[in-house]
């Protein structure tokens, strides 16, 4: 089984990567993000559950988040693998993938980030902001922040991973198929 953890700064590109991905290696992507979308969208008893954290201002507790993502794997059972996309967060969350994992008789088997500088990041997402309407993702203060918060919180599971020689390093700078055919070139060297 491949578990890909697909990792990087806000508008590195891993959404677009991930769709490459799933299509060439028949990978199942799971978007933490999206999971809670379509959970706040539906208003379901776990949304409602994480709504309660968020009125006291707090996050809501990894707990939950396992609870969607074997939910989510259990959709699944039959899959050669998954694709995380924008989990784990930090540190703690990476050891509790991993013990979660190890639960479910598999482990991650590689953490694949996109280095990318910071200005092309706030260019990226400034302009998409723009075409999308996002006055947050306009304002490069804002996307600056982003980046600030991921290298300081995010940006050490790569580290957590390098520990045990599952963390592989792409240049996040050209054009998608390009750095497609980079994660591909470290992809196909993993025994599947």
Excluded at 123 to 137: F, L, M, Q, V, W
């Amino acid at each position: 089984m491949l578990n890909l953890v697909l990792f990087g700064p806000p508008g590195s590109g891993k959404g677009t990567q991930a769709a490459k991905l799933v299509k060439r290696y028949n990978l199942v992507h799971i978007s933490t993000g999206d999971l809670f979308r379509r959970e706040k969208k539906l208003n379901s008893p776990i949304w409602q559950e994480v709504q309660s954290y968020i009125d006291k201002g707090a996050l809501a507790p990894d707990s939950i988040t396992f609870r969607l993502l074997k939910a989510e794997m259990d959709k699944t059972p039959d899959a050669v693998g998954y694709i995380l996309d924008g989990f784990p967060r930090n540190v703690n969350q990476a050891s509790s993938l991993d013990r979660f994992l190890k639960e479910e008789g598999t482990e991650v088997s590689l953490l694949v980030e996109l280095i990318v500088p910071d200005q092309e990041i706030i260019s990226r997402i400034t302009g998409r902001g723009k075409i999308e309407g996002r006055k947050d993702d306009q304002d490069p203060a804002i996307v600056q922040n982003r980046i600030d918060v991921y290298k300081s919180q995010t940006a050490p599971v790569a580290d957590h991973y390098d520990l045990a020689s599952k963390t592989k390093r792409i240049d996040g700078l050209g054009s998608i198929e390009e750095i497609f055919q980079r994660i591909c070139t470290v992809l196909d060297t993993v025994a599947v």
